[in-house]
């Protein structure tokens, strides 16, 4: 966790660390933000809570990885978020999603995909709500992108003493697990929208 009073999980100095936050930009028919960025806000500001904080071997937490809809009303951000009953370890994100299952520290803890309905403010309408996971220990769902009408996001499990798993998830927009119906190998999926000159395009970016 980011706090001088958690210690050390892995050998190393200390360092300082993004929190990462994502935001909505509208761009006029020119691809031109329509708003300065000290004019712009967050979609939504990163909980601070501990289960939020507690990092991996990737310094970074917050909400990163993003995908928005292809009419602008839906945003889909992966965030920093390990399971709710490891929170009161300080080093549970370094064994979670391993990246070498004879390594128990060499986990990078998880990134969870949210949904949440963008307001005419560009901001979240409401708190983002986690796509459910099926497995114990939790996968991490991070890298969405919109098929519409459907969200599609990477599954990556790696557990101590297996293999590790990646996959590709797809769920409605109610959130609701759906079965992939191709490629039961694919391992991730990413939309290329069409161009178009319409005037309010919207775009998601992580800072």
Request: charged content about 20%.
């Amino acid at each position: 966790m980011d706090t001088p009073q958690s210690g050390r999980c892995i050998e190393g100095g200390q360092i300082l660390v993004p929190v990462l936050r994502t935001y909505v930009v509208e761009l006029d028919a020119e691809c031109r933000p329509t708003r300065s960025f000290d004019q712009m806000e967050p979609a939504h500001k990163p909980d601070f809570g501990a289960r939020y904080r507690l990092m991996g071997n990737g310094p970074e937490w917050g909400e990163m990885l993003s995908a928005i809809s292809p009419d602008g009303q839906w945003l889909a951000v992966a965030i920093n978020e390990v399971d709710a009953r490891q929170a009161a370890d300080a080093c549970s994100g370094f064994e979670l999603n391993l990246s070498d299952p004879a390594n128990r520290t060499s986990g990078n803890a998880l990134r969870q995909t949210h949904l949440c309905r963008l307001a005419a403010n560009l901001r979240c309408a409401n708190a983002p709500t986690p796509m459910p996971v099926r497995f114990d220990p939790l996968e991490s769902l991070p890298l969405p992108t919109f098929v519409w009408p459907f969200v599609l996001t990477t599954m990556e499990r790696g557990v101590l003493g297996e293999p590790p798993a990646r996959g590709l998830a797809r769920f409605s927009i109610d959130g609701k697990i759906v079965p992939i119906a191709f490629g039961v190998d694919a391992i991730g999926a990413q939309a290329i929208p069409r161009s178009s000159t319409s005037v309010g395009k919207r775009r998601a970016v992580p800072h």
